[in-house]
Each structure stands twice: as C-alpha cells, then as structure tokens.
C-alpha cells in the first residue's frame, strides 16, 4: 500500500513492462518518478503522462543513461524504493555480447550504487528474468533431467560456451546484484527482491512492441506459412507489473527470488487459440508445424531464426508458488493473454483489419446512424491506409524492456 511520503523510481519508464508498472504504481496512489533516455523525445514523454491522467500525483519523468553511472544519483534523490526494469533485449544474437552483458551488469551496479548512497532507500525490486534461472539454449541439467522444473533455487550456468548472451547478460546482473547487497555495510543497506518472468506478453499500450511479441504478431501477419516446434513459458504482462508493485511492500519478498510464469505452451497451440478466435473473422493463421531442418536451414539466413534452433522441441517447467504464495498473484488465463494480445494488434492498427472485419463493422456503424450498409464492405479509407502504413514501420521496442 503506498503512503504520503513514499516515491518509487522505475528505470527504463518507456519500456513495455516498466509502462505497465508506472501505470499500476499511479492507479494505485504512489508517486511516481519514471527514467528516460531523452526528456527531448516528445512523443516517449506523451505517452507516458497520458497512462493515468487523473493520478494522485504527476508523474515525475527523468533522464538517467545505464552506462552513465553518474546519471543514476541525481535519479535517486529522495526515492523510497526503486524498480530497476532497464536491460536491453536483442532480436537477434548480437555479435558482440558485450552489446548486452556490460550494460546489464554496469548498469544495474551503477543504479543499486546510487540507492546504497542516498540515504533513503528501503527497498530495490530488481526484474531479472527465467533466463537467469534456466535457459534453453543450453543443456538440462543432469539433475533437472527427470522433473524438467525449476524453481528459484536453480541458476544457469552462464560459463557454459553455448549460453546465449541475453541469458548470460540476464544471469551476471542478478548475480551481481545480490552480491552488491550482500557487501554493503548496515548504514548502506537495502532490501533487494528479484521478479524473474518468463515470455511476457499482453496488450500493448501503444503501437510499440517487443521482441516477444513477434510470435503473436507473425502468427497474424502473414509474414510465416508454418511454426517451429518450440515451447513458451507466457507471462501476461499485466501480471508481471503486478508482481513488481507487490514486492515493493510485502516483507516476505525480501531477500528472495520469484518466478513469474503462467503457462507453458507450443507455439502451435498458441496458433490454434488465435486461429479459433481469429479465423470466422477473415484472418488467416499458420498452423503447420515446421519439421525442426527446415527451421535450422532458416536459421542460416535469418539471425532472429538462430535463437529460436538450440530451443527446438525443449519442454521444461518453472515453479511460480511464491508467484501466488507470496506475492498472491493469480495468472491470468492463458487464451486470455493470448486473444488480448492479437486485438491489441490489430486495435493500434499494426496488424490490418480484414475486410471482413471491416464489412462488419461497417455495418454495424451504418445500423447504428440508422444507414443502409455499404455494399460489399467497402474499406474505411483514411483510417485503413495510416493503419497499413504503421504495420510497416512500427519499431520493435527492444532497449530498456526485457
């Protein structure tokens, strides 16, 4: 429960799961001050007042740089608890990992340095991810071969030559986060607690979207005749913000990790909830599982394609009881995310309505100013053409999301 004298900063306030944190934070009465890359960027700081007009209190937006560690002090002043979500996600393998580990690890250091020296931080919520629990890109475990669970004891081994350099940026910042707090002398000390979700998806708040998204959104725009054999552990994002904000005050959380995982899915069941939900109104949806060759083939000649081959046909589990035990969050249901995800698509118009959509909706809005329908559907013009233009050019949100 927020009170009149607490201020929460969220690092990296544009990205997708930090919104969703800001927005929840303000709904529910705390204060807010949200990190930017660029107070100049007008429509990033639009977009970011506009969560919760009507707010108890304004958000409070300011410019701070993960590989400006002096940039995280002035971010700090005053702050009673802080959400570090800033990490940057790639689409792709990078070439150089170090593209992704150094501002994970510096970053992070640089943010819980700033909160040890403040004074008046009580409690660090850090968003980690499963990657740093478990990865597939590597081997199981061999004492994890039987069960295929994890639970917030395990940690991936991020000397392993296969590990991918997202899990490995993911794994050494957690790491160094709670040897960090471990080290610092009583006066110093916070609390730290660690959310680590799994795939997170949801309804988008604008027309930006993630690297995760791209499974829902190549399901829907036709850019993939098939899908590969691959297994996700979803996360609704709505239930990650959740997760953050309960943290932030429940005393069982600190000191600890929680897993935040809803559902363990194929790709292909994914597919087949869009395509029942999808398909009456003119969409088409792949359902055609790729054979595993064809998807390595692919993997020569799309980068993106390379992450998904050492995971092809895994099926592992994450245990999330501390995720309803502690924080007492109840995961949304699995069509739901899924379905909510989709509209939001084609809501923000980066997915084109079909035109069978359109000659519903038409028709209906012609019934409704009391109208004859217009024959044969007859596409709305101005509105369709921005939203086709968008579905090409809106960019993937990958900085500063997880």
């Not at 393998?93 to 340095?113: F, H, M, Q, Y």
């Not at 995971?311 to 035990?325: I, W």
Request: proline share 5%; aromatic share 6%.
């Amino acid at each position: 429960m927020a009170s009149s004298n607490s201020v929460v900063l969220v690092t990296g306030a544009s990205g997708y799961i930090a919104s969703y944190i800001v927005k929840l934070l303000q709904e529910e009465g705390w204060n807010v001050r949200g990190t930017v890359r660029n107070l100049e960027n007008e429509q990033v700081v639009k977009q970011l007042k506009e969560l919760v007009p009507n707010a108890k209190y304004p958000l409070e937006l300011v410019e701070a740089d993960l590989l400006k560690e002096d940039s995280w002090k002035e971010a700090v002043r005053g702050v009673t608890h802080v959400i570090h979500v800033a990490s940057p996600f790639p689409d792709r393998i990078p070439s150089n990992p170090d593209e992704l580990i150094k501002p994970a690890v510096e970053g992070t250091l640089a943010v819980l340095k700033a909160a040890s020296e403040a004074g008046s931080v009580k409690r660090v919520v850090l968003t980690s991810s499963i990657a740093a629990v478990y990865d597939s890109s590597i081997a199981i475990p061999k004492d994890r071969e039987e069960t295929k669970t994890f639970t917030e004891e395990d940690w991936t081994d991020h000397e392993d030559p296969l590990l991918e350099p997202y899990a490995k940026s993911k794994t050494l910042a957690e790491k160094a986060a709670w040897d960090f707090v471990k080290e610092l002398s009583d006066e110093k000390k916070f609390e730290l607690v660690a959310i680590n979700p799994g795939m997170v998806i949801g309804p988008l708040l604008t027309k930006r979207y993630t690297t995760s998204h791209l499974a829902i959104k190549k399901l829907l725009d036709k850019s993939t005749p098939a899908v590969a054999r691959l297994k996700c552990n979803i996360t609704d994002v709505r239930d990650v913000a959740q997760a953050h904000v309960a943290a932030l005050t429940i005393p069982e959380a600190a000191g600890q990790r929680h897993l935040i995982v809803n559902h363990s899915v194929w790709i292909k069941d994914m597919a087949l909830i869009i395509q029942k939900e999808f398909k009456p109104k003119g969409y088409f949806v792949p359902t055609f599982t790729a054979p595993n060759l064809l998807v390595r083939v692919s993997s020569i000649y799309d980068k993106g394609v390379k992450l998904v081959v050492p995971r092809l046909g895994k099926e592992v589990k994450y245990d999330n009881k501390r995720m309803q035990e502690v924080l007492k969050v109840t995961p949304i249901e699995l069509e739901k995310t899924i379905i909510d995800t989709a509209n939001s698509f084609i809501e923000e118009g980066i997915i084109k309505k079909s035109k069978k959509s359109q000659k519903v909706e038409g028709a209906e809005q012609a019934k409704g100013n009391g109208e004859a329908a217009p024959e044969g559907g007859k596409e709305l013009e101005p509105e369709d053409k921005e939203k086709s233009a968008v579905a090409e050019s809106a960019p993937a949100d990958v900085a500063a999301t997880n």
